[in-house]
C-alpha cells in the first residue's frame, strides 16, 4: 500500500466516449501528478498540480483535461481519445514540488479502441 | 539528445551475482537523482535516492559522478526477487520535471 489509489486499474473505452480516471492519497502530501507510461518509452509528465493549483501542462492535447479539487484528489477527465493514447497512466505525489520523492498508484491500464 | 539515458538491457544474471546499472543524465546543474523499481504490470516505487558521497542500503550501492553526469547502481549477491526494470530519475530543479529513463530490465535466473 503506496498510500496513493489509483481507480479503475483497467479501463477500455471507444474513440467517442468519456471516461474519468481518479487518483486519491492518503500521505498528506501537497504536489499531485499524473504521467503516462507506454511501451519502451520513459514516463512522461502530463500534468502537475500543487496545492491544489496547475502549475505545469506538458503540451499535453485537450482530450485529457485534469482536475484538482482538493490536496486528496486528482482526476484525469478523458473524451474523443486515440488509439495510441492507450498506455499506463500513473498519479504520484509527493510532500512538495522540488526535490521531493514520488509516490505512485498502481496506474490505469487504458486501452482505447 | 534525452535528459535521461539507460541501457535498456535486458541483464539476465545468476543468483548471487553482482550486477551494475549506469544511468546518463543531459543536464549539468541537475540536483536529485533517484533509482526507482518497477515491477511488471506494477508502479514505480522509490528503491534509493543518489547522494553526491555515495550511499548504500544493504546489497544496493548507488553512486554520482558529477564529473561524467552519471550515476550507478549495484546490485551485490543478487536475488531471485530482485528481478524487475530500474528506472534512473533525475531532477534538474529547473521547473517540475522528474525526468526518467527507459529503464534497465533485470532478470535474475535460478
Known amino acids: 500500500e503506496t498510500g496513493v489509489t489509483q481507480t479503475p486499474r483497467h479501463l477500455v473505452m471507444g474513440m467517442t466516449n468519456k471516461k474519468s480516471l481518479k487518483c486519491e492519497q492518503h500521505?498528506?502530501?501537497?504536489?499531485m501528478y499524473w504521467y503516462k507510461q507506454s511501451a519502451k518509452k520513459p514516463l512522461e509528465l502530463m500534468f502537475v498540480?500543487?496545492?491544489?493549483?496547475?502549475?505545469e501542462n506538458n503540451s499535453v492535447p485537450s482530450r485529457f483535461s485534469p482536475e484538482c479539487p482538493n490536496s486528496s484528489h486528482l482526476f484525469l477527465h478523458l473524451h474523443t481519445l486515440q488509439p495510441e493514447d492507450s498506455a499506463l497512466y500513473l498519479c504520484?505525489?509527493?510532500?512538495?514540488?522540488?526535490?521531493?520523492?514520488?509516490?505512485f498508484g498502481s496506474g490505469t491500464q487504458l486501452s482505447v479502441l | 539528445r534525452k535528459e535521461v539515458e539507460q541501457d535498456p538491457g535486458p541483464f539476465n544474471v545468476p543468483e548471487g551475482a553482482t550486477v551494475a546499472f549506469n544511468c546518463t543524465y543531459s543536464?549539468?546543474?541537475?540536483?536529485?537523482f533517484f533509482w526507482y523499481r518497477q515491477d511488471c504490470r506494477k508502479e514505480p516505487k522509490l528503491l534509493m535516492s543518489?547522494?553526491?558521497s555515495g550511499n548504500e542500503d544493504g546489497r544496493f550501492t548507488a553512486q554520482l559522478n558529477r564529473a561524467s553526469q552519471y550515476i550507478s547502481l549495484l546490485i551485490r549477491d543478487s536475488k531471485l526477487s530482485d528481478s524487475a526494470t530500474y528506472l534512473c530519475?533525475?531532477?534538474?530543479?529547473?521547473?517540475?520535471?522528474?525526468?526518467f529513463g527507459t529503464g534497465t530490465s533485470l532478470t535474475v535466473i535460478p
Open positions: 530519475v533525475v531532477n534538474p530543479r529547473t521547473g517540475n520535471q522528474f525526468y
Open positions: 543536464n549539468s546543474a541537475s540536483q536529485s
Open positions: 543518489v547522494y553526491s
Open positions: 498540480y500543487s496545492l491544489e493549483e496547475r502549475v
Open positions: 500521505l498528506g502530501h501537497n504536489a
Open positions: 504520484a505525489s509527493s510532500q512538495d514540488l522540488g526535490n521531493e520523492k514520488l509516490f
